[in-house]
């Protein structure tokens, strides 16, 4: 105990007069002269992301900084793009390899709160004008695979992502109904998304609740997307999506559509076509009867026989705009479809590969607030474009299909080489980014082999129970466990 009271006595002292040690301060935050290179180790390329870009978005998002502070809006935005690429690391790990400056300031480094306060103040706003300024597409009409018969091919489709367990992220996303084992784990949300189907790349995408309510469907998040349609397009989706509306919408955007349908709704053959599909009509809902406002359309009925093949025997229906059979014969659309599936490996990619669970990350995403989650969605599908941008331009050098590039090879030589392209003078930058591309260009995959895919589980249900409301947050108790001890003899 005096030696207790000693250091207790200590530590209240001025200067010098008391025997106990004073804690370690925290290092002093970098001078405002250096503060405007913070972080300076990872800055993306200039040719996939301007600077004049982020400082445009900024702008137009009114965050632009009257004041120098080592978390400004524009450090925080580089932070949060660099973890975008870095996706294994914390934030704060994510600062520390960003900023090459730590050597001369000092051991300086944010805390975890100040980072989260930081990303607060940014927001969503930036964000999302930056994506909008900076995703487009990036097959051009040589590109192998990316067209059919002068329409780019694009498809719409949806994934989830789980968020983590906070009270914030429920109250926002809720938990989908697990069936009669009770509600999800983590708050679900549902990312319904327009992919260009020849580069992988995320031209524009929706985030939504995933639990079941009004206008969270994969259907009604489809509406903001198929605005985003140009008239070149050729849009591809699965059978979920059709309603009346929604086709209606594709084709007063002047873009063409090519999507499986479900039994209904009914599609009567008004007229047969020799290559076996047929022409029918679409209405809504309340002129069927009277025969009115009649969408004129194109069916296909296929099935096959292939007992390798997942559906052998099942009948398939696809509901299409182009209604010439001469020029867009009924098996070539079929064969068309299957490249639908192309958005299912973008999103394979981002889940499975770019931002894959690691330890301490026990959902996909990391934020625990729902504003967070928007932001980091966004710094991801940057971070993903980024990396697919630097596959298209890589393959289009050599002339070969971008998705004969390996997509993990290709993230693993950004993560790399982003230090020595941001430290490369100005003169050199151009170099600098050629000898990534050439790098890129390495990573080659063998060419496809055909494969089936059966939508099937890996792993089964668990014997445990499912937890509970009941189960969540912290158990406390009343009584020191040694109390309730029973040795048996």
């Avoid at 001025?14 to 503060?35: D, N």
């Avoid at 001369?104 to 480094?109: H, I, K, R, T």
């Avoid at 699965?238 to 559509?257: C, I, K, N, Q, T």
């Avoid at 194109?298 to 096959?304: C, S």
Wanted: net charge positive; glycine share 8%; with cysteine.
């Amino acid at each position: 105990m005096k030696a207790t009271e000693k250091v207790g006595k200590g530590k209240g002292k001025g200067k010098g007069k008391g025997k106990g040690k004073a804690p370690p301060r925290a290092p002093a935050p970098p001078a405002p002269a250096q503060v405007s290179r913070f972080p300076d180790r990872l800055l993306l390329p200039e040719e996939l992301i301007p600077r004049e870009d982020v400082r445009l978005a900024l702008e137009d998002a009114g965050c632009l900084d009257g004041r120098r502070c080592t978390l400004s809006f524009e450090v925080t935005t580089r932070l949060v793009l660099a973890a975008g690429i870095l996706t294994d690391l914390p934030m704060r790990a994510v600062f520390k390899a960003s900023c090459s400056l730590l050597s001369a300031v000092g051991s300086y480094v944010p805390c975890r709160a100040a980072l989260c306060i930081a990303r607060r103040r940014l927001g969503v706003a930036p964000l999302r004008r930056l994506f909008l300024r900076v995703v487009r597409p990036l097959a051009t009409p040589s590109t192998p695979g990316c067209f059919y018969r002068g329409m780019r091919l694009v498809a719409v489709d949806s994934t989830t992502l789980a968020v983590p367990d906070s009270e914030a992220n429920v109250r926002a996303f809720g938990r989908p109904s697990a069936g009669g084992r009770g509600d999800s784990a983590f708050p679900l949300i549902r990312k319904t998304s327009l992919v260009e189907i020849g580069t992988h790349a995320e031209l524009a995408f929706v985030v939504k609740p995933a639990a079941r309510g009004a206008g969270t469907g994969e259907r009604s998040a489809a509406v903001p997307i198929c605005r985003k349609l140009r008239a070149d397009m050729l849009l591809l989706w699965d059978r979920g999506f059709y309603s009346y509306e929604l086709w209606g919408l594709v084709l007063s955007r002047g873009a063409d559509v090519l999507g499986r349908v479900k039994s209904r709704p009914s599609l009567p053959r008004v007229e047969n076509l020799p290559d076996g599909s047929y022409l029918s009509e679409v209405y809504r809902n309340d002129h069927r009867k009277r025969r009115n406002g009649a969408t004129r359309v194109r069916v296909i009925v296929y099935t096959h026989g292939d007992p390798k093949r997942v559906g052998r025997g099942e009948e398939h229906r696809l509901m299409t705009t182009p209604l010439d059979h001469e020029k867009f014969p009924a098996e070539e659309l079929i064969l068309l479809y299957h490249e639908r599936w192309e958005i299912e490996s973008a999103y394979d990619e981002q889940k499975a590969h770019h931002a894959p669970l690691v330890p301490g990350k026990e959902a996909d995403l990391r934020s625990e607030t729902p504003a967070g989650v928007v932001q980091e969605v966004y710094a991801l599908s940057l971070g993903h474009f980024v990396t697919r941008a630097l596959m298209s331009e890589a393959a289009a050098r050599e002339g070969i299909d971008p998705d004969r590039l390996s997509f993990v090879g290709t993230l693993r030589v950004l993560r790399d080489a982003l230090p020595d392209y941001a430290h490369a003078p100005e003169d050199r930058k151009a170099e600098a980014y050629a000898a990534i591309l050439d790098r890129v260009a390495a990573e080659r995959l063998p060419p496809r082999r055909d494969r089936v895919n059966p939508r099937v589980v890996k792993r089964k249900m668990s014997r445990y129970l499912k937890k509970r409301d009941r189960h969540r947050g912290p158990q406390t108790v009343t009584e020191p466990f040694h109390r309730y001890i029973l040795i048996l003899r």
